[in-house]
């Protein structure tokens, strides 16, 4: 399948950062909305050309118009039976820089459930950062039940290991159940190594 590109103008972008409420992976930790200008942290790709790759089968993948993100388009993955292997039906983009061991990558990422789960409020997905080849390790991997709302989340972790661009990759799981998942800007970032 081709490439989908989710083209977003730069004002859009500068502004998504400074108006969302932010939705951490862990729901004790609350990170202060800022600006693109202003990232905790030095981009590891270009927000303004990502190229995502769906993959697997019993999906359909379509930009579309949304109200209440950036924008006002996101990438619509509609899930249309779920995979005992979740991970089969996914989302990757490559990166830019490598990572090395011990540098600390943040996500943050706009995306609600547009169709949940049968008899939840919430859909199910995961996000990763990490090989593409073994022993598939990662970065930071984290489950995120978006609900039809629109939020941002944000997921972080630290690399055991070198994560060279060669061999890794960052994207999202959706097989987990049936589902249609609506996704924003996504930003990854470095924070360099964690503070002594």
Not at 34 to 55: F, S
Not at 106 to 130: C, D, H, L, M, Q
Not at 160 to 184: A, C, D, H, W
């Amino acid at each position: 399948m081709k490439s989908v590109k989710l083209f977003v103008a730069g004002s859009a972008l500068a502004m998504s950062l400074a108006l969302a409420p932010t939705v951490a992976a862990d729901p004790q930790f609350e990170v202060a909305p800022v600006t693109q200008g202003a990232l905790p942290g030095d981009l590891i790709h270009n927000p303004m050309a990502i190229k995502w790759n769906p993959e697997g089968g019993n999906k359909s993948v379509s930009i579309v118009e949304s109200e209440g993100v950036p924008g006002s388009q996101a990438i619509s993955f509609r899930v249309r039976k779920k995979s005992n292997k979740p991970w089969d039906i996914r989302m990757r983009a490559p990166f830019d820089k490598s990572i090395s061991a011990g540098e600390e990558i943040e996500v943050y990422f706009w995306a609600r459930a547009a169709k949940p789960a049968r008899r939840s409020e919430t859909g199910k997905i995961s996000v990763a950062i990490g090989r593409d080849v073994e022993p598939y390790d990662t970065v930071l991997n984290a489950e995120i039940l978006p609900t039809e709302e629109w939020k941002m989340y944000r997921v972080s972790g630290v690399a055991e290991r070198y994560f060279p661009t060669s061999e890794s990759e960052m994207g999202f799981n959706f097989g987990f159940v049936k589902q249609t998942i609506e996704l924003g800007p996504f930003y990854a970032i470095s924070k360099g190594m964690p503070s002594e």
